[in-house]
């Protein structure tokens, strides 16, 4: 109802215009009207579905007021007001929009628009007829949308909560093997690497400086010292994980919905037109999701609620083209992000952790891997032991 007395309102102010002889042609060929049209959802590429169903009346003042009591489509009989108005917008024809004849047409389309959206009785549904391809773009739309907050949900489910839960129950149940096999590993090659520097120095009959080879050293194994470090990190963040408060089922529950909710009110892929502010408060949702924190979602949401970040509200069939194209580009993308993520650490160490077969060929696997580099440890050390001598 909001809607018809907005067009009613168009219809009467602009008639009353058009039948004003005192209205100058730059009043009547200005953006205003144009404005208001975009505005009320009327579409220039529909005013050629007019002239496809009364051929003769574009352009005939004559022949429409024949023919226009039959029209009762309010959509179409806006479009084509607005595809007229084109016409006459072009600077070397818009002083004809004057002529009678012409001021005609404008206040015949014009008048029987303004019927129309009076005869909406109150309670009643509205009489606008959509086009249907604007109908069926804008269905499109909002199923891509809702596909697109699905998926992100389930990406960043995948990268804030499974994956991490997985990394935690692998670090706690085989973390500690896996250090000390890679600490191994580097104390074992940085041995090897120290008896070739030795050797060198000795068979170029030069004196040994075991302090300047280990700087050398130092600097080769940099990186392996880092990683060294990492592991380590990623051992203090599991148990520091561990001990953290979970979600009971009706809280994770709660907190998946309220963060789709936030998705879709916010996410910057949906709402392109985002204010910094507005990214801002995303990212916040984003790092209270991460960290389970309810009571934050909680707020966000209610921020977010009554603002106005609604579906995509434009109705141009081009426009929403081109949103369906952008959405499943997106699609294509986030899909590959889950791919990804499922094909790749830690969310591949899954089924070894569902496995207790699995898990046990696992911590064998450790278990040899350490002991053959124990020996080969004590191999090189024994070697630079007889080379020092």
Same mark, same amino acid.
């Given at each position: 109802?909001?809607?018809?007395?907005?067009?009613?309102?168009?219809?009467?102010?602009?008639?009353?215009?058009?039948?004003?002889?005192?209205?100058?042609?730059?009043?009547?060929?200005?953006?205003? &009207?144009?404005?208001?049209?975009?505005?009320?959802? !009327?579409?220039?590429?529909?005013?050629?579905? !007019?002239?496809? $169903?009364?051929?003769?009346?574009?352009?005939?003042?004559?022949?429409?007021?024949?023919?226009?009591?039959?029209?009762?489509?309010?959509?179409?009989?806006?479009?084509?007001? #607005?595809?007229?108005?084109?016409? !006459?917008?072009?600077?070397? &024809?818009?002083?004809? +929009?004057?002529?009678?004849?012409? $001021?005609?047409? #404008?206040?015949?389309? %014009?008048?029987?628009?303004? =019927?129309?959206?009076?005869?909406?009785?109150?309670?009643?549904?509205?009489?606008?007829?959509?086009?249907?391809?604007? =109908?069926?773009?804008?269905?499109?739309?909002?199923?891509?949308?809702?596909?697109?907050?699905? %998926?992100? &949900?389930?990406?960043?489910?995948?990268? !804030?909560?499974?994956?991490?839960?997985?990394?935690?129950?692998?670090?706690?149940? &085989?973390?500690?093997?896996?250090?000390?096999? #890679?600490?191994?590993?580097?104390?074992?090659?940085?041995?090897?690497?120290?008896?070739?520097?030795?050797?060198?120095? +000795?068979?170029?009959?030069?004196?040994?400086?075991?302090?300047?080879?280990?700087?050398?050293?130092?600097?080769?194994?940099?990186?392996?010292?880092?990683?060294?470090?990492?592991?380590?990190?990623?051992?203090?963040?599991?148990?520091?994980?561990?001990?953290?408060?979970? %979600?009971?089922?009706?809280?994770?529950?709660?907190?998946?919905?309220?963060?789709?909710?936030?998705?879709?009110?916010?996410?910057?892929?949906?709402?392109?037109?985002?204010?910094?502010?507005?990214?801002?408060?995303?990212?916040?949702?984003?790092?209270?999701?991460?960290?389970?924190?309810?009571?934050?979602?909680?707020?966000?949401?209610?921020?977010?609620?009554?603002?106005?970040?609604?579906?995509?509200?434009?109705?141009?069939?081009? =426009?929403?083209?081109?949103?369906?194209?952008?959405?499943?580009?997106?699609?294509?993308?986030?899909?590959?992000?889950?791919?990804?993520? $499922?094909?790749?650490?830690?969310?591949?160490?899954?089924? +070894?952790?569902?496995?207790?077969?699995?898990?046990?060929?696992?911590?064998?696997?450790?278990?040899?891997?350490?002991? $053959?580099?124990?020996?080969?440890?004590?191999?090189?050390?024994?070697? +630079?032991?007889?080379?020092?001598?």
């Amino acid at each position: 109802m909001d809607d018809m007395a907005a067009i009613n309102d168009f219809a009467v102010k602009w008639a009353d215009k058009f039948k004003n002889p005192k209205t100058e042609y730059t009043e009547l060929t200005s953006s205003a &009207l144009a404005d208001e049209c975009t505005a009320l959802g !009327f579409e220039l590429e529909c005013g050629k579905a !007019f002239c496809n $169903r009364y051929r003769a009346v574009f352009s005939n003042a004559e022949a429409l007021k024949k023919i226009v009591d039959g029209v009762t489509d309010i959509s179409l009989l806006g479009s084509v007001i #607005f595809a007229r108005w084109r016409y !006459f917008s072009r600077s070397y &024809l818009a002083e004809e +929009i004057l002529k009678p004849e012409n $001021r005609a047409w #404008f206040l015949c389309a %014009l008048e029987r628009l303004a =019927v129309l959206s009076t005869n909406v009785k109150p309670g009643a549904e509205s009489v606008m007829i959509i086009f249907p391809e604007i =109908v069926m773009l804008k269905t499109e739309v909002k199923k891509l949308r809702t596909e697109i907050s699905i %998926l992100l &949900l389930e990406r960043d489910e995948l990268r !804030f909560v499974e994956c991490k839960n997985i990394e935690m129950q692998y670090m706690l149940s &085989l973390g500690t093997l896996e250090y000390k096999a #890679f600490q191994l590993y580097c104390e074992m090659l940085r041995l090897k690497r120290k008896v070739e520097l030795i050797r060198i120095k +000795i068979n170029r009959q030069e004196m040994v400086s075991i302090s300047d080879i280990e700087k050398i050293l130092d600097g080769e194994f940099a990186e392996y010292q880092k990683k060294l470090q990492e592991q380590i990190d990623k051992m203090s963040a599991a148990l520091e994980r561990s001990r953290s408060k979970f %979600l009971s089922e009706d809280e994770t529950k709660e907190l998946k919905t309220l963060y789709r909710m936030i998705v879709k009110a916010l996410h910057p892929d949906l709402h392109p037109e985002s204010s910094e502010a507005q990214i801002r408060l995303f990212q916040n949702a984003v790092d209270a999701y991460e960290n389970g924190d309810l009571n934050t979602l909680r707020i966000i949401k209610e921020m977010v609620e009554d603002a106005v970040l609604s579906e995509y509200k434009e109705n141009g069939i081009v =426009v929403l083209q081109r949103e369906k194209a952008r959405l499943e580009t997106m699609i294509k993308h986030i899909k590959g992000q889950i791919g990804e993520i $499922r094909n790749s650490y830690p969310y591949n160490l899954k089924s +070894i952790l569902q496995s207790e077969k699995l898990m046990a060929e696992k911590k064998a696997e450790l278990e040899d891997t350490i002991s $053959r580099l124990q020996e080969m440890t004590g191999f090189y050390d024994q070697q +630079i032991k007889e080379m020092l001598r």
